[in-house]
C-alpha cells in the first residue's frame, strides 16, 4: 500500500475472485429451476405407467405406491441406513468421567412436553393413515414420533420407563427386519422379491407402513439420545441427563 493513499489491500481482491463462483451457481440453479417448469413431454412418461398400475399397487398414493411398492427395496435400504446410524452413534458413544446431575428440566418444558406429546401422537398417527391415498405415510409419521421422542428425552419424563430397556433394540430393528422377511415371503409365494399385488398389498403396506414409523421413531430418537441402554447400569439410574437422552 502507498503512502498516504488508499491502496487496494488482498481483502479487497476477494469478493472478484467469488464472481466466477457465483455466476456457475446462478447457471446451476438456473438449470435446475428449468428442468422443474418445463420438464418436457419424455418426463410424464413414468408418471402414467405409476398411474397405470395404482390399481394393482393396492394404495391411491403415487408417492406411497412407489415407494412401498414398485420401488420397496429403496425404502427398505433407508430403513437399514437409519438402523446403522444407531449403531454407529451407540458405538462412538463414550461413558462422561465427571457424573454430575444435571438440574431437572423447567416447568415450560414439562407442560410443553404435556402439551405436546400427545398431539404429536395424534399427528403421527394420522399422517400414517392418511399415507396411503395423499401426503403421509411412514417416514412423515416416524419423522414426528421422532420428535415427541426428543420431547420426552428432553425432560426425562417418567413415561420412558413405560417402554423396557430390552425392548429399545427389538424395537429399533422391528421395521427393517419385518420389511425384510415381507419381500421374502414374496419370493416364497413364488414373486419376486418386494413384488406384491393386490388384493393382499393394501394389507401388505399398512403393516409396513406401521412397522417402519414405529422403528424410523425409535430411531430419530435414539439418534438423539446417543446413548446405549445398557450403559445405564453402570452410570447409576438416579441420574438424570437431559443431554444425554436416557431411554430408562
Known amino acids: 500500500m502507498k ?11 476477494r469478493g472478484w475472485r467469488l464472481l466466477p463462483v457465483m455466476a456457475l451457481l446462478l447457471l446451476f440453479l438456473a438449470a435446475l429451476a428449468r428442468a422443474y417448469l ?23 398414493s403415487r408417492v406411497t405406491a412407489v415407494l412401498l411398492n414398485f420401488r420397496a427395496y429403496d425404502t427398505l435400504l433407508e430403513c437399514f441406513v437409519l438402523l446403522l446410524g444407531v449403531m454407529v452413534v451407540w458405538s ?10 444435571e438440574p431437572a428440566a423447567g416447568a415450560i ?19 400414517l393413515w392418511a399415507g396411503s391415498d395423499r401426503a403421509g405415510g411412514a417416514f412423515q409419521a416416524g419423522a414426528i414420533l421422532g420428535g415427541a421422542g426428543v420431547l420426552l428425552l ?22 427393517p427386519l419385518f420389511f425384510l422377511s415381507v419381500g421374502i415371503a ?18 401388505i403396506i399398512i403393516a409396513l407402513e406401521g412397522a417402519a414409523a414405529f422403528s424410523i421413531g425409535l430411531c430419530l430418537a435414539a439418534l438423539f439420545g446417543g446413548r446405549p441402554p445398557e450403559r445405564q447400569a453402570e452410570d447409576g439410574r438416579d441420574q438424570p441427563s437431559r443431554n444425554q437422552g436416557e431411554f430408562r
Open 3 to 13: 503512502k498516504g493513499g488508499k491502496g487496494r489491500t488482498p481483502r479487497d481482491n
Open 38 to 60: 418445463f420438464p418436457g413431454a419424455s418426463a410424464a412418461g413414468l408418471a402414467a405407467r405409476v398411474d397405470a398400475s395404482l390399481a394393482a399397487g393396492g394404495v391411491g
Open 92 to 101: 462412538l458413544w463414550r461413558p462422561d468421567g465427571a457424573k454430575s446431575r
Open 109 to 127: 418444558l414439562a407442560s410443553l412436553e404435556r402439551l405436546l406429546v400427545p398431539l404429536m401422537i395424534m399427528v403421527g398417527s394420522y399422517l
Open 154 to 175: 428432553l425432560d426425562s419424563s417418567p413415561l420412558l420407563k413405560v417402554f423396557p430397556k430390552r425392548g429399545l433394540v427389538p424395537g429399533l430393528c422391528l421395521g
Open 186 to 203: 414374496a419370493m416364497a409365494w413364488g414373486g419376486n422379491f418386494l413384488e406384491y399385488r393386490s388384493p393382499e398389498a393394501s394389507l
